[in-house]
Structure formats: structure tokens, C-alpha cells
């Protein structure tokens, strides 16, 4: 059956395939059906893995990841599919129509499960206007949109299908005003009908609909609470450096 949208994550320690030490290690945390938890992290610090992982395309060396009280392992790989959607970090799009992106390259694609998902990634008016709207050919990455447009129709690719968990990596990082508060406006869509998602990010205007906040620095939880709560320690710690900067110099 179709999982509930909480996710819980304890002890869980991974690393990329051919890596020779974790890039997590004990990361412990949930979300909850209805809520929007933001990742926040430099460059290097492990979101990335942490998304791999909650895919169940890096297995756990320790620990254990469950969606709606299961296992990732215990979902059939084309199932778990259906129930997250992913916008990766560096978005790739594939040979073939629009539609059929969207659509995760199925060849016979529910045309208003496209264009809903679509809608929803505010992309159904930038569709339409390509030569032949749904059905342009996409010649992969090679195609002539623009890395916002790409990342809008990507959008749409993880909105497809109903998904319960939607995990975002650095979302904002080919998108303008508008796509940005297209995907804030599907973000809150999702919160309203229980859904649950996963922002990884370290720009501010990506957590606006987070109510609560996790830092990961060096591959482990150093911080997680309320927005507030994590963004006034962030500063207050930032505030605090700068004074030992100034002491010092």
C-alpha cells in the first residue's frame, strides 16, 4: 500500500560507492507527514549522500531509513520510485519528448498526470510555448532550454505521480524569482495534503517554508529545531567568531 509520508532516520552512517570513509556517520532525525525539514550544510558537508541514502540508492553501512514505518529494503525499487520524487542537484533531463521527462521516460505517459505535475512546477505556460508544447523532443541536456527551464520540467518529473516524500537538492540553483516561488508554492501545495519534503540547501530563500532546520557540518548532526530556533544559533555563533576575529586582530 501507498506509505504514509513520515520518514524516520536513526544511527544511519553511509558514503558514496569507492569512497574510503562515511560521509555520515550517525545522522539521526524524522519528518512528518505535513512538514517541510531543511538541510542546511556547506558544500562537502554530506547532503548530497544524505539524499543517495534516503533514495535507497546508497544502501546504509549502519542504522536504518523507514518511510511510513518500513524499510527502504522492504519497498520493490520501481514502488519506492513512485513514492519519492528527487530534484537532484545537477538536473538531467533525456531523449525524448517533454512529456515523456515528466513522466520519468514512460512511453505511454498519463497525459493529465503530466500536466497536473506540470502546473504544479508552474512549467504547463513555458511548456506551452516550445514548437510543439508536450511533445517537443528533448535532446537530453543538449536541448536549447535554458538551466532554469530545465530545472522547472525536472521539477515537474519529481511532482509526477502523487509522491508522499519529496526530496530537493539545492533547488534554487538554476532558478529565477518566479521558479522560486513556484517551488516554494508547490512546497506548500504538498504540506497541505500531507505530503512530506526535504530541502538541501545553503541558500536562505530555499528554507522559507521549513518549520524546522538540521545542520550538518562534517557529516554529522550538529544542530536541528525550529527555523527560528537553528537561524538565531546560526547568527548568534557567526556574531560570536567575528568578535575572536577582532580580538585577535
Request: glycine share 10%; aromatic share 4%; charged share 20%.
Amino acid at each position: 500500500p501507498q506509505p504514509t509520508a513520515n520518514m524516520t532516520v536513526k544511527g544511519l552512517t553511509a558514503m558514496p560507492p569507492g569512497a574510503s570513509a562515511p560521509t555520515l556517520r550517525n545522522v539521526t532525525f524524522d519528518v512528518q507527514p505535513g512538514e517541510a525539514l531543511g538541510v542546511i550544510g556547506k558544500s562537502g558537508s554530506g547532503k548530497s549522500t544524505l539524499a543517495k541514502a534516503l533514495l535507497g540508492l546508497w544502501p546504509p553501512m549502519a542504522g536504518e531509513i523507514r518511510l511510513g514505518g518500513a524499510t527502504l529494503a522492504q519497498f520493490d525499487p520501481d514502488d519506492l520510485g513512485q513514492h519519492i520524487g528527487y530534484l537532484p542537484q545537477d538536473v538531467t533531463l533525456f531523449n525524448g519528448s517533454v512529456a515523456e521527462n515528466i513522466a520519468r521516460m514512460n512511453r505511454s505517459p498519463d497525459a493529465q498526470a503530466v500536466i497536473a505535475a506540470a502546473k504544479k512546477a508552474n512549467a504547463h505556460e513555458l511548456i506551452l510555448s516550445l514548437q510543439d508544447g508536450y511533445d517537443t523532443f528533448l535532446e537530453g541536456n543538449d536541448s536549447q532550454l535554458s538551466g532554469g527551464q530545465k530545472q522547472r520540467i525536472a521539477l515537474a518529473r519529481a511532482l509526477y505521480g502523487d509522491p508522499v516524500l519529496l526530496i530537493l537538492d539545492e533547488p534554487n540553483s538554476a532558478l529565477d524569482s518566479d521558479g522560486t516561488e513556484a517551488l516554494n508554492a508547490a512546497v506548500r501545495e504538498l504540506k497541505t495534503q500531507n505530503k512530506s519534503v526535504l530541502i538541501m540547501t545553503h541558500r536562505p530563500m530555499a528554507i522559507s517554508e521549513c518549520e524546522r532546520l538540521m545542520v550538518i557540518e562534517n557529516g554529522q548532526v550538529a544542530k536541528i529545531g525550529s527555523q527560528e530556533e537553528v537561524l538565531k544559533s546560526m547568527v548568534k555563533n557567526a556574531n560570536a567568531i567575528k568578535r575572536g576575529i577582532g580580538r585577535a586582530g
